[in-house]
């Protein structure tokens, strides 16, 4: 994905496609073979769900301001696929690794985005504050260049997640900057000056 855009990283994104289809497809034959009812639902394959809501809420990471789920060890750089089933099964909850707190602050994939189709801010969507990618400038970009994945490429945590998670939850637990700047007799926006 270093390469992004060009068609070493679109070969790499569509073998993942391709890896993470044949273990869904895998993992809905064993479960048959067990008993139970079991279709796999690749992304190359089929629009019939969302993987990155069913992600989300299955706590493998979370929306990142790209529109991508974003992973506490990957980052963005991840392929979905899903299994549908009526196989028992103990059910995960959403996690928070602090990506909505990351995302908040860092603007590369804004910056960098050359269709312009990430937002800065959150955006109401069906009832829910997220961000959003403009579909109607990514896709277009994406068609006329053959892939893109900048945003994969750039962001920080596909490289430093787990650092960047321990570090935006750390910051969590630390009192207001207002706070800790008054117990050192500082207010924000003012500048110390060493004799």
């Known amino acids: 994905m270093l390469s992004a855009p060009g068609e070493a990283a679109n070969l790499a994104a569509l073998q ?13 034959a064993h479960i ?10 690749t992304t190359m394959a089929s629009a019939e769900l969302l993987h990155i809501p069913l992600a989300i809420k299955a ?11 974003i992973t506490r060890e990957f ?17 995960d909850s959403p996690a928070d690794i602090g990506i909505a707190d990351f995302c908040a602050l860092c603007q590369l994939c804004v910056k960098q985005c ?16 997220k961000w959003v990618t403009d579909i109607g400038k990514c896709a277009p970009y994406f068609v006329e260049h053959h892939a893109c994945g900048i ?21 969590r637990s630390l009192p207001p900057i207002e706070e800790r700047l008054a117990v050192q007799g500082l207010q924000r926006g003012s500048s110390v000056v060493k004799p």
């Open 16 to 28: 993942g496609y391709l890896d993470v289809g044949r273990v869904a497809i895998d993992m809905a």
């Open 32 to 41: 048959r073979h067990l008993g139970w009812d079991a279709k796999a639902v």
């Open 59 to 69: 706590g493998l990471g979370e929306l990142g301001k790209s529109g991508l789920l």
């Open 75 to 91: 980052g963005a750089n991840v392929r979905l696929a899903a299994v549908l089933t009526n196989l028992p099964v103990t059910l």
């Open 114 to 129: 050359p269709a312009g189709a990430i937002s800065l801010e959150k955006q109401m969507v069906r009832g829910i504050q």
């Open 151 to 171: 945003c994969l490429e750039i962001c920080p945590w596909t490289e430093h997640g787990p650092r960047i998670s321990e570090m935006m939850l750390h910051r």
